[in-house]
């Protein structure tokens, strides 16, 4: 059984600190890797995507895979208010189907 | 551009029923995927069609159908409603499933009660 874990939170960050946020995932033939913001109520909604070993960054987010650990994270810098939701971390390993985690919560207190 | 859309936004059904839920895709797209998610969980796949064609099937009772149509867009089926279908259920279109680079789009859901 193919599985993605996260901590399911919530994660509590000051404004402006660094949030930190973790995945592991089973399958060592995942080649695509996402997370997704998702509010209270409403759909996930893409941040960013990566498929390569290494940091992706994308303004205030920076994505990082380590496949021979089996790991993603995402890093967002300069954490805002609005950021307080669910991020949701997928795979993808090339067959029809995308596995998502539970989700972790993340509380950016003003 | 639109984005995903789906309707109705939200539906209130009785055990035993059968519910219809639909989804057209970003413009372009020709796959579409559906996910069930319960409050407190990841999205849970369903169904994913790629060209008018099933791709791939999460582990649902037979009770949950689909198809696309030319349009490229869906419907999800689900006879003999049970309480535990309460959920979100959200479609999400892409591209082309067959590219490891391919992304897919969420639309708002529709959120389905049964009592």
């Known amino acids: 059984q193919k599985e993605v874990e996260q901590n399911s939170g919530p994660l509590s960050v000051p404004e402006g600190a660094i949030a930190s946020l973790n995945c592991t995932y089973s399958d060592r033939g995942s080649q695509s890797f996402f997370w997704y913001r998702q509010y209270s109520g409403k759909s996930p909604e893409l941040i960013m995507s990566i498929y390569s070993n290494g940091d992706k960054e994308d303004g205030r987010f920076t994505a990082q895979l380590n496949k021979a650990s089996q790991y993603v994270s995402l890093l967002i810098r300069d954490s805002q208010p609005s950021d307080s939701a669910t991020y949701l971390c997928?795979?993808?390993?090339?067959?029809?189907?995308?596995?998502f985690g539970a989700g972790t919560r993340l509380f950016v207190k003003a | 551009d639109a984005g995903v859309t789906q309707s109705p936004t939200h539906l209130i059904k009785t055990r035993g029923q059968h519910v219809t839920l639909r989804c057209s895709p970003i413009?372009?797209?020709?796959?579409v995927s559906w996910y069930q998610q319960v409050l407190g969980q990841g999205p849970q796949f369903i169904f994913q069609y790629y060209e008018k064609e099933e791709r791939g099937r999460g582990n649902f009772p037979d009770r949950f159908s689909a198809r696309q149509f030319p349009n490229y867009s869906s419907e999800l089926n689900v006879n003999a409603l049970l309480l535990g279908d309460s959920a979100l259920y959200l479609c999400?279109?892409?591209?082309?499933?067959?590219?490891?680079?391919?992304?897919?789009?969420f639309g708002p859901g529709t959120r389905l009660t049964v009592l």
């Open positions: 997928a795979e993808r390993s090339g067959g029809f189907k995308t596995i």
């Open positions: 999400a279109s892409s591209l082309a499933p067959t590219s490891a680079g391919d992304t897919q789009y």
């Open positions: 413009s372009g797209h020709k796959s």
